[in-house]
């Protein structure tokens, strides 16, 4: 892991994102009895691993070179465009997949379709991204705090 050495501004968003996900297989094994590794990968759902990886760059960049430097400002920046893209762009075109996999179902009732329905999970909610991003700033703070 030489890579990633001791910069907690690389490992610290990437393992609360890592996180999550787990978080959301071992919910979908336990609670509802689903062993399905594809959880791991797959996009949307509560909380947002992406929310809180952005989140987690941004509290790590403002602990280490602070709130006012440029690189913040490019993190937070970038935190935004990613939340926005969760709640927005991706949780329309997942409207727009359910709605094209209904008329689909529909239309071929009764004839094989042989292809593969769109994903209609791809985008989160307003809360899902909310608690994601409370949950990586929390993370860090608290990495932070106890490493002090």
Not at 55 to 60: E, H, K, P, Q, Y
């Amino acid at each position: 892991m030489q890579l990633l050495g001791n910069s907690s501004i690389i490992w610290l968003p990437l393992s609360a994102g890592l996180l999550i996900q787990l978080y959301k297989f071992l919910f979908e094994w336990v609670l509802r009895r689903d062993f399905d590794l594809r959880v791991l990968a797959r996009a949307g759902g509560m909380p947002s691993s992406h929310a809180a990886m952005v989140c987690s760059l941004v509290s790590a960049v403002g602990y280490r070179s602070g709130p006012r430097s440029d690189i913040f400002a490019l993190a937070a920046i970038f935190a935004l465009v990613v939340m926005y893209d969760a709640t927005g762009v991706r949780q329309a075109a997942g409207k727009q997949a359910k709605v094209l996999n209904q008329i689909l179902r529909e239309l071929f009732t009764g004839q094989p379709v042989s292809e593969e329905e769109l994903k209609e999970l791809i985008g989160h909610s307003p809360t899902e991204v909310y608690v994601g991003a409370l949950i990586g700033v929390l993370y860090t703070v608290l990495w932070f705090q106890l490493a002090s």
